[in-house]
């Protein structure tokens, strides 16, 4: 595979090796293909979840929030789920 590079990139990844972050250009692309990587797989969770939400919607499931206690309440909730989650994501590295 043959990918060409921006003068602002070939500039990046230079530097990085310069600056002992990475000692081959190999190694900081193999870097930023690993965090597509990741992101992309967190996009696939996150569309699989709205389709089973959109899911559960149909069905007639889930939650009416009327208030705006409501909502501030499924905030914090969905809050503290995420900052769950991100610890967990983070604990794995």
Same mark, same amino acid.
């Given at each position: 595979?043959?990918? *060409?590079?921006?003068?602002?990139?070939?500039?990046?990844?230079?530097? /990085?090796?310069?600056?002992?972050?990475?000692?081959?250009?190999?190694?900081? &692309? *193999?870097?930023? &293909?690993?965090?597509?990587?990741?992101?992309?797989?967190?996009? /696939?969770?996150?569309? /699989?979840?709205?389709?089973?939400?959109? /899911?559960?919607?149909?069905?007639?499931?889930?939650?009416?929030?009327?208030?705006?206690?409501?909502?501030?309440? &499924?905030?914090?909730?969905?809050?503290?789920?995420? &900052?769950?989650?991100?610890?967990?994501?983070?604990?794995?590295?």
């Amino acid at each position: 595979m043959e990918v *060409q590079f921006t003068d602002d990139q070939k500039a990046l990844v230079r530097q /990085a090796i310069e600056s002992g972050r990475y000692s081959r250009e190999e190694d900081a &692309l *193999q870097e930023a &293909l690993s965090l597509w990587e990741g992101r992309e797989r967190r996009r /696939a969770e996150i569309l /699989a979840a709205v389709d089973q939400a959109e /899911a559960s919607f149909a069905r007639g499931e889930g939650r009416r929030i009327t208030t705006s206690e409501g909502a501030a309440q &499924l905030a914090d909730e969905v809050k503290r789920r995420g &900052l769950s989650r991100l610890a967990a994501e983070e604990n794995k590295r």
